[in-house]
């Protein structure tokens, strides 16, 4: 079994990624060896993984309730949202060129947002509330003739704010615009459900919830129309060619299996170690909550600190063999303010001074202990 405390190592990065369940390696390891088969191929090794890809379908779908005919094969959230925000917006673009998403969405939202925004579309992007939530009633309020398309997460991946996402969903039934949910960060932690939800797309990923990584898919309702990002042999319905990663979907699917038996239980007991690090942290002064104080993810803890800078912050933590975030993966190597916090009301200089403890499958009591001091310490050694 995977022990995070190896080597005096605590893992609280669990909202970046996971580590893959062993029962996943597992079930996918036949998928790598003997079972190599093309699922688009006639012969008995193309059965065999089409009957895999299928079963994998299944599975996933119906961890969302959705029918098998509704999902697709991905590669990750951030493909399944590129191919949600992108495709919807050119298969509809002859009834209007509006598309409204929220200031908090992950860059695989907002980019492809921008993208658009440089190819003739135009965006509406919503601001939030102190606590990062979306008002219903001003979505209501931005929909216009030509909106074609809303997009809004389930639960954001840096303060782990739940959005209203019902509420949104009834207002785009009504109005006859397509919603589309990205919820990669959600999913295992809180039910995901795309009927009671109300949504035309939804993006998910594999490696945020015990599978492997390379593996996503994107809830496509039944009759909703999209255009493909990837043209080529017409495989996953013709929305996204490309010979399938069968060892990566059976993967996925036994992460959903897993979910399905452990996520009450997992979520309550998660839910008590972030509310003790919420509890704990917050008591240091100099330390803020960010996110909302109830409606957030079980698995997230998020800060912004007055008396350090959040590069330095997760060296500090790193020094103590305690992985976390800032909150967004920096890839450009240069500290830029988080435009989640900017979006909540921090300025310039207190967006850049994020942190974000996320826990999972293999925290520890003890280990949420241990950061709790840590940051003691390290509130110690630089506050004044
Ligand atoms: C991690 C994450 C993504 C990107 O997922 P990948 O599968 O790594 O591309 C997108 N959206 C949210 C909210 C995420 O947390």
Redesign the pocket.
Known sequence: MFRSRERQRIYMDY???TPTDPRVLEAMLPYFGDRFGNAASLHSWGMEAREALEKAREEIASFIRASPMELIFT???????NLAIKGAAFASRGKGRNIITSRI?????LEPCRWLERNGFEVTYISVDEHGLVDPAKVEEEIRGDTILVSI?????EIGTIEPIREIGEICGERGVLFHV?????LGKIPVDVEEMGVDLL?L????IYGP????ALYVREGVKIEPLLHGGGHEYGLRSSTVNIPGAVGFAKACELMRDLMEEEAERLGRLCRKLIEEISEIDGVHLTGHPEKRLPTIASFWLEFIEGERLILELNERGIAASIGSACASGKLEPSHVLLAIGLNEDRARRGLRLSVGRWTRRGEVEYVIEALREIAGKYAK
């Open positions: 909202a970046s990624t590669s990750s959230a951030t493909e399944s949202n969405e992950h860059p695989s939202v997460m389930h639960a954001n991946n990205d919820a990669a960060q959600s993006t990923s594999g490696h945020k990584k390379g593996i996503g």
